[in-house]
Every structure is written in structure tokens, then in C-alpha cells.
């Protein structure tokens, strides 16, 4: 909740406590994981009152061609260059490859970023695929029933053949984790390759009505139901 206030990192609210610095109600906490009441608990630090800052959720369709990150060293454009206007530092939930184009969630909800992001939490994610060749039943049978990565097999998918054109299949995939580029290393691992990657859905958001390097703000009933998921 201090991170929250605007107030300063996590790290920073972690050494102000073991510092004695801050206090719940007028009393000093001493352990991180102290439970706070945004609704009813006064937080201090050094005595003066932290206001909450006002959570935000922004559902942003990016570009391929954009990092997922606050600043690139190599000067690239990066997913904040399109949130001018979010007044808040929201940090991205998760992230997209710099060629993958599509649906980015943003939050100062830590709480529900790291859910979100956790291993444990299966939300869905949705992507529609073009593969670099044709791809048989048996190649999409092997997406959907798991592949064996470096880091593990993954788990079973949901995979849904679009068309077929010319040398190429559009597919569509839906994924309950999220590992680094898991999407290119699995169709890497039946033998194809990515061309073309747009996530359209992570849970019950979709890019439905957001236009390309365009942001929205979630609505309270996506936000209550992506928690409710956690
Ligand atoms: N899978 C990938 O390979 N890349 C992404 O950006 C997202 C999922």
C-alpha cells in the first residue's frame, strides 16, 4: 500500500519498516506483510499521513514494434510512449514480445499484477497465430495436448484451426500460463515458426473496440472479475 501511495518502491517501503519508520494507525509496524485496510487504516510514514493513490487498469492494444518496458537503452519505442494521459505509474502485467502486436493490461494494482502474472494463476490468454507453413491436425494436436520446452512441458491448450492460405495456417490459442515467448517456442517446437502473433484476450478483456496504439479503462465489473480469478 505505501508503493501504492506514490510514496516510493516496494524495496523502499520494505526498508522504511524494518526502519520503524512507518506506522498503522499510530502504531509501528515492523513486517511487510502487515494486513492494511485501505477503507478504514491511517497509514503514516515518519508521521505524516499517505494518501492512496488511485488505482487504474488500462487495457492497451499495442503495436508490434513497441517494448515492453519504462525505457529502452536502444532508444526504441516503448508501451509508456502510448499512455499519455494515464497520470498514475502503472507497470505492465506481463509483457509482449516486441513483434507480437496486441492486448496489454497495465496496473498500480500490484496485488492483482502479481496474481495475474503468478504461476499458480491460470487466467486465459488468447492469440491468434499465423504459422510460417501449413500446419497439419497432428502438429495442432501436439500444440493442444503440450510440448516439451527448456523449461518444462507445457500444459494443455485450447487450439482452434481458422484457415488455411496459400503456404500458411492462422490459428488460434488459448493459453491458461505465461511463460517467456512460449507462444513462438511452442509452434518453434512442432516445427513452424511465428509470423505473425496477436494476443486478443486475457480473461475476460478482449481488444474489442480498442483501436491499434489505443488505450482503455478497464470497467469495474472486468477488474472485480479478474480478481475474483485469483
Ligand atoms: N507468446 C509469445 O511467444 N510472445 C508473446 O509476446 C506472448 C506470448
Given at each position: 500500500?505505501i508503493s501504492q501511495?506514490?510514496?516510493?518502491?516496494?524495496?523502499?517501503?520494505?526498508?522504511?519498516?524494518a526502519?520503524?519508520?512507518v506506522a498503522?494507525?499510530?502504531?509501528?509496524?515492523?513486517?511487510?506483510d502487515?494486513?492494511v485496510?485501505?477503507?478504514?487504516?491511517?497509514?503514516t510514514?515518519?508521521?505524516r499521513?499517505?494518501?492512496?493513490?488511485e488505482r487504474v487498469y488500462?487495457?492497451?492494444y499495442?503495436?508490434?514494434g513497441?517494448?515492453?518496458t519504462?525505457?529502452?537503452?536502444?532508444?526504441?519505442p516503448?508501451?509508456?510512449?502510448?499512455?499519455s494521459?494515464?497520470?498514475q505509474?502503472?507497470?505492465?502485467v506481463g509483457r509482449?514480445?516486441?513483434?507480437?502486436?496486441?492486448?496489454l493490461?497495465?496496473t498500480?494494482?500490484?496485488?492483482?499484477?502479481?496474481?495475474?502474472?503468478?504461476?499458480?494463476h491460470h487466467v486465459?490468454?488468447?492469440?491468434l497465430v499465423?504459422a510460417?507453413?501449413?500446419l497439419?491436425?497432428?502438429?495442432?494436436?501436439q500444440l493442444r495436448?503440450g510440448v516439451?520446452?527448456?523449461?518444462?512441458?507445457?500444459?494443455?491448450?485450447?487450439v482452434?484451426?481458422?484457415?488455411?492460405s496459400?503456404k500458411?495456417?492462422?490459428?488460434?490459442?488459448?493459453?491458461?500460463?505465461?511463460?517467456?515467448r512460449q507462444v513462438?517456442?511452442?509452434v518453434e517446437?512442432?516445427g513452424?515458426?511465428v509470423?505473425k502473433?496477436v494476443?486478443v484476450?486475457?480473461g475476460?478483456?478482449?481488444l474489442?473496440g480498442?483501436?491499434?496504439?489505443?488505450y482503455?479503462?478497464?470497467?469495474a465489473n472486468?477488474?472485480?472479475?479478474?480478481?475474483?480469478k485469483?
Amino acid at each position: 500500500m505505501i508503493s501504492q501511495s506514490g510514496a516510493g518502491s516496494r524495496t523502499d517501503a520494505r526498508k522504511w519498516i524494518a526502519a520503524g519508520r512507518v506506522a498503522v494507525n499510530g502504531v509501528v509496524v515492523r513486517t511487510p506483510d502487515h494486513w492494511v485496510d485501505p477503507a478504514r487504516d491511517r497509514l503514516t510514514l515518519d508521521g505524516r499521513a499517505l494518501e492512496q493513490e488511485e488505482r487504474v487498469y488500462v487495457a492497451l492494444y499495442k503495436p508490434r514494434g513497441y517494448v515492453t518496458t519504462y525505457k529502452d537503452p536502444d532508444g526504441r519505442p516503448t508501451v509508456y510512449d502510448l499512455l499519455s494521459g494515464v497520470r498514475q505509474f502503472v507497470g505492465t502485467v506481463g509483457r509482449l514480445d516486441l513483434d507480437t502486436s496486441g492486448l496489454l493490461l497495465l496496473t498500480n494494482d500490484h496485488g492483482l499484477a502479481d496474481r495475474l502474472t503468478s504461476p499458480e494463476h491460470h487466467v486465459e490468454k488468447e492469440y491468434l497465430v499465423k504459422a510460417a507453413h501449413l500446419l497439419t491436425d497432428e502438429q495442432l494436436n501436439q500444440l493442444r495436448s503440450g510440448v516439451t520446452l527448456d523449461d518444462g512441458p507445457t500444459r494443455p491448450a485450447k487450439v482452434k484451426r481458422l484457415r488455411d492460405s496459400g503456404k500458411y495456417t492462422h490459428f488460434e490459442i488459448t493459453l491458461a500460463e505465461g511463460r517467456n515467448r512460449q507462444v513462438r517456442r511452442m509452434v518453434e517446437a512442432v516445427g513452424s515458426k511465428v509470423l505473425k502473433l496477436v494476443r486478443v484476450r486475457v480473461g475476460v478483456v478482449t481488444l474489442e473496440g480498442l483501436e491499434i496504439g489505443k488505450y482503455r479503462l478497464l470497467s469495474a465489473n472486468e477488474v472485480r472479475t479478474l480478481n475474483k480469478k485469483s
